[in-house]
């Protein structure tokens, strides 16, 4: 079992900056590929970006390209999400996911997932 807890959430200014943790339980941390993922009001959820194991390999959603970055420390099981430039169309709900297949490739999909945080609120303000 693998239990996924994110932080870092907040209210923050168009433009502004914040970067959001999620750490992970579990010694095999290091093999999973991780994703973030977001969900607006009245919306489906959206892949964000993916990082494989070894974090070689990030892949984005066109409207975060240039803004977002994921990164991981796998000694302390965390993978991070900073996010700058913010827009008021980032406002959502933004989720990690692990992918307990092992060593695999970077996956947009939710279903490709399957472990979830709690998610994390983040609201941007015009």
């Known amino acids: 079992q693998v239990q996924l807890v994110e932080s870092g959430g907040g209210l923050v200014q168009a433009g502004g900056s914040l970067r959001l943790s999620c750490a992970a339980s579990?010694?095999?941390?290091?093999?999973?590929?991780m994703g973030w993922f977001r969900q607006a009001p009245g919306k489906e959820r959206e892949f964000v970006a993916t990082?494989?194991?070894?974090?070689?390999?990030?892949t984005y959603t066109d409207s975060v390209k240039g803004r977002f970055t994921a990164v991981r420390d796998n000694a302390k099981n965390t993978v991070y999400l900073q996010m700058n430039s913010l827009k008021p169309e980032d406002t959502a709900v933004y989720y990690c996911?692990?992918?307990?297949?092992?060593?695999?490739?970077?996956?947009?999909?939710?279903?490709?997932?399957?472990?979830w945080g709690q998610g994390t609120q983040v609201t941007v303000s015009s």
């Open positions: 996911a692990a992918d307990f297949r092992p060593f695999g490739p970077a996956k947009s999909e939710p279903a490709d997932y399957d472990y």
């Open positions: 579990g010694r095999t941390f290091r093999s999973y590929t």
């Open positions: 990082i494989t194991s070894s974090g070689s390999v990030t």
